[in-house]
T-cell receptor, first 111, second 114 residues
Framework: QKEVEQNSGPLSVPEGAIASLNCTYSDRGSQSFFWYRQYSGKSPELIMFIYSNGDKEDGRFTAQLNKASQYVSLLIRDSQPSDSATYLC???????????FGAGTTVTVRA | DGGITQSPKYLFRKEGQNVTLSCEQNLNHDAMYWYRQDPGQGLRLIYYSQIVNDFQKGDIAEGYSVSREKKESFPLTVTSAQKNPTAFYLCASRTLQGPYNEQFFGPGTRLTVL
């Protein structure tokens, strides 16, 4: 099984601050990386994906990928209470593009 | 509305019973997946299928069975051989057009063993 590790959290940040989430992966053959948000009791929904080294920005979210270090991160700028959720990191690998998920990091944004 | 439906939302199983969880998608996706999520843990792959009448075991297939008779449907049976089936079960699907396409998730079924 391909390993994906996330900073364990929980992470508590004040409203308006930056939340920083980290993820490392074991398989150098991993091709693309996904960040899912999961509210309590709900199913995951995609926030961002990234497959090239560097940064990718989408609104208040920025994903960063460093393949040499096997490291993926997600920054949430101007955090809002609605960002309070568990964030799952996943890597895609193999010819059939299976996903391996980390255990998730729970973020709480304090108003 | 395109999407993935799972039923039932909640399911209770007695010891020794087999139960079947339904997953249907109208996204015309080729690939479908079943995951299990336990509290405080990520998703673990049970089974997946990329084509009708074919499926592959994931990391934790023991005690589970699936079928893929139609492109739209991928039901999961939790058998009595699964010793600890209480969990949140998620079905997902994706297109096979390249490695960068996301998996879309259904709303999930929460299974509890009585």
């Amino acid at each position: 099984q391909k390993e994906v590790e996330q900073n364990s959290g929980p992470l508590s940040v004040p409203e308006g601050a930056i939340a920083s989430l980290n993820c490392t992966y074991s398989d150098r053959g991993s091709q693309s990386f996904f960040w899912y948000r999961q509210y309590s009791g709900k199913s995951p929904e995609l926030i961002m994906f990234i497959y090239s080294n560097g940064d990718k920005e989408d609104g208040r979210f920025t994903a960063q990928l460093n393949k040499a270090s096997q490291y993926v991160s997600l920054l949430i700028r101007d955090s809002q209470p609605s960002d309070s959720a568990t964030y799952l990191c996943a890597s895609s690998w193999g010819n059939d593009y299976k996903l391996s998920f980390g255990a998730g990091t729970t973020v709480t944004v304090r108003a | 509305d395109g999407g993935i439906t799972q039923s039932p939302k909640y399911l209770f199983r007695k010891e020794g019973q087999n139960v079947t969880l339904s997953c249907e998608q109208n996204l015309n996706h080729d690939a479908m997946y079943w995951y299990r999520q336990d509290p405080g843990q990520g998703l673990r792959l049970i089974y997946y299928s990329q084509i009708v009448n074919d499926f592959q075991k994931g990391d934790i297939a023991e005690g589970y069975s699936v079928s893929r008779e139609k492109k739209e449907s991928f039901p999961l049976t939790v058998t009595s051989a699964q010793k600890n089936p209480t969990a949140f079960y998620l079905c997902a699907s994706r297109t096979l057009q390249g490695p960068y396409n996301e998996q879309f998730f259904g709303p999930g079924t929460r299974l509890t063993v009585l």
